[in-house]
């Protein structure tokens, strides 16, 4: 019986013997190339099934100058952003749309040190067939990297200080402007506003978005304060608007996550919402839904993000011609404005 379990993988001259075709014909159906006829396709895909062959990944790669490997790109070094409710949701979205193909993830922390330079290595000697890149920060030399190798690369957001060919992104921009008007609807006149880590594009944008809504009703910004994306980076910056605008009725903040925290901070200094502070955040995330009261949002297709980039990437990997993406957001409200 053991003996049985351990016998040898049927190869590749078997499988085209049992299909009756020659070695060189199996080898083309079972790497998908071009110019095989239906009929020698449909008898090495019985060939296979019956034999139960399975394909040398290192002798396919050679034949096809494909690894079946993709890379997902964060520029971080922390393993527990993988666990953050956006970038689970992101990867949700990369998974199933690989599960339509046999191609496999390689999720990549690359801010700097060891995770960089495996990153760079792996790109240099075309370690996986392209790469989709996240959460840049300015002027990110993994930019650079990932341009230098010549590989496919997707990047989901735009970066700080380029255009790159291939890239799908949120109305990001927009959607604060639906917050920061929906704000100015309640007639609130004092908004200040929460923003993400400045120098990433999606921060700038989020914050143009609400000073354009402000400027368009004839109104000024009436104070900022930088957060990181995180609860506790919101609840300092709260806390630090509460002090320099006390007057302050209405927040816009560029993240759920860091309007959990400023939802926090106003509850600490006794100001009720949204009665006297009105409050919007960002992405409609599962915390909108768990704070006291539930949070209005702009909801952007976090899922969709990820299925979309993948989908452009393999796109580009086949030779096919793909445009930008920019996926639209809407408000969600709730208790909190």
Do not use: K
Not at 44 to 63: C, H, K, M, S
Not at 259 to 268: E, I, K, M, Q, W
Not at 314 to 322: A, H, K, S, W
């Amino acid at each position: 019986m053991a003996a049985e379990a351990l016998r040898r993988q049927p190869t590749l001259d078997e499988v085209a013997a049992r299909a009756g075709v020659s070695r060189s014909a199996a080898s083309r159906a079972i790497n998908n190339a071009p110019h095989v006829s239906r009929a020698t396709r449909a008898a090495v895909e019985r060939a296979v099934e019956e034999l139960g062959y399975l394909p040398d990944r290192t002798a396919r790669a050679l034949a096809t100058r494909r690894t079946g490997i993709v890379a997902l790109a964060v520029s971080h070094d922390d393993p527990q952003l993988f666990a953050d409710p956006f970038f689970a949701q992101v990867i949700v979205g990369v998974s199933a749309a690989l599960e339509e193909t046999d191609l496999h993830l390689l999720l990549c922390l690359a801010s700097a040190g060891r995770g960089r330079a495996r990153l760079t290595y792996l790109l240099r000697t075309r370690g996986v067939d392209g790469i989709m890149l996240m959460a840049l920060h300015g002027d990110d030399p993994l930019t650079r990297i990932v341009q230098q190798a010549g590989l496919p690369a997707v990047y989901g957001g735009l970066p700080a200080h380029f255009r790159p060919r291939w890239y799908v992104d949120a109305d990001n921009a927009g959607g604060a402007r639906l917050a920061t008007e929906h704000l100015i609807g309640l007639g609130r006149t004092r908004i200040v506003t929460i923003t993400g880590e400045r120098g990433t594009e999606v921060a700038e944008a989020r914050h143009r978005g609400y000073r354009e809504a402000l400027i368009m009703a004839g109104l000024t910004p009436h104070g900022t304060a930088e957060g990181d994306f995180t609860e506790a980076g919101g609840a300092a910056a709260m806390t630090a608007l509460l002090e320099r605008h006390p007057d302050l009725d209405a927040v816009f903040a560029a993240s759920d996550n860091m309007a959990a925290g400023a939802l926090r901070a106003l509850a600490s200094a006794g100001r009720a919402v949204p009665a006297e502070v009105a409050v919007v955040g960002f992405d409609d995330l599962g915390i909108a839904t768990r704070t006291d009261p539930p949070l209005t949002t702009v909801h952007q297709p976090i899922q969709a993000l990820g299925g979309e980039m993948t989908r452009m990437l393999l796109g580009v990997i086949d030779g096919q011609d793909r445009v930008p993406v920019v996926l639209p957001t809407h408000l969600v409200r709730r208790g909190t404005a």
